[in-house]
């Protein structure tokens, strides 16, 4: 198939090119931040390198006074898989005929990052001196343990008292076109992991065992059946999901001495974790069962209802490509979870996850220019038209 030669590509284009030729594939950022870094020192950005573990980070603003808006996002993009399972190399990005910049990150995210670069850099230029501070906030593990990344360096801006008011995080929310949808939240995750404990023994002999499997599956029905709560305007039902359940030796005459049970649950803002971790084991509890249960926490639900980000996001969709978007908070957990905990108003926009993860990875090649005139239209909300409080 024939493609477009890098001379015809805009700036975006261009950035997001280099951005995708490097493999970073988690936790490795293979020089994609100082690419960043470079053209926003160049604004007159002030850097900080934040490296935690084997991450790479850097938190950069610019501007002396009033709020604070920062752009978030990732480098690390997931493995690619065998190569020969692409129609084009994922590390060699290009433009098909039907007009789709192709390549590991092109949609997650490397092509919001090209974006959000080239809008600040137009921004400034037109703006020299704007109201409010513009920031950055890069990580290079947000597709992996997501430890030493953002959350990491969401904990040195809590120590340091760094305001971050708002936050668009770049991650691709659209769905059948650009800017149809903004997440404005989040639901949370939480996961368990429980092992019901029985009696080994043989299938003829049942009264010598205690089938764990057959003790479970009352409580397992009960917590699936579970009206954990009704959602609310902006949050679906929490749901209760199991994902995997093992137990047996393989053979057809034992009855297994346990059983493991993993589950998770999505959840709203109208329980909490808490009351959702209580609710499942006075479950457990009733059905007499000998269990152990382990949690991890995920991330708690977050939502940024209204206010003047979502006001300027929407706004700024409309300006640049003359439809509103819909605000959403469907899908799965985001670094804006981490972010939310400052306080900030989080939005999350970008280009369509159409195929995000999937091998193949692309997105419309001029989606990414109008992203990039979407993210400048809402500075110039914010900040031009004074829509940020001061
Ligand atoms: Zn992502």
Redesign the pocket.
Known sequence: MPTIEPPALSPTLALAFELIRRPSVTPDDLGCQDLMIERLEALGFRIERLPFGDVENFWATRGHHGPLLAFAG?TDVVPSGPHTHWDFPPFEPCIDESGMLRGRGAA??KGSLAAMVIAVERFVTAHPDHHGRIGFLITSD??GPAIDGTRAVVEHLRETHDRLDYCIVG?PSSTDRLGDVIKNGRRGSLGGVLRVRGIQGHVAYPHLARNPVHQALPALDALAREHWDAGNAFFPATSFQISNIRSGTGATNVIPGDVEVVFNLRFSTEVTHEQLMQRTEALLDAHGLDYHLDWTLNGEPFLTAEGELVEAAVSGVEDALGHRPALSTAGGTSDGRFIATLGSQVVELGPSNATIHQVNERVRATDLDDLSRVYQAILARLFVNGTARP
Do not use: T, V, Y
Request: aromatic letters at 0%; glycine letters at 0%; charged letters at 65%.
């Open positions: 990732h997650d995210m947000e597709e991650e």
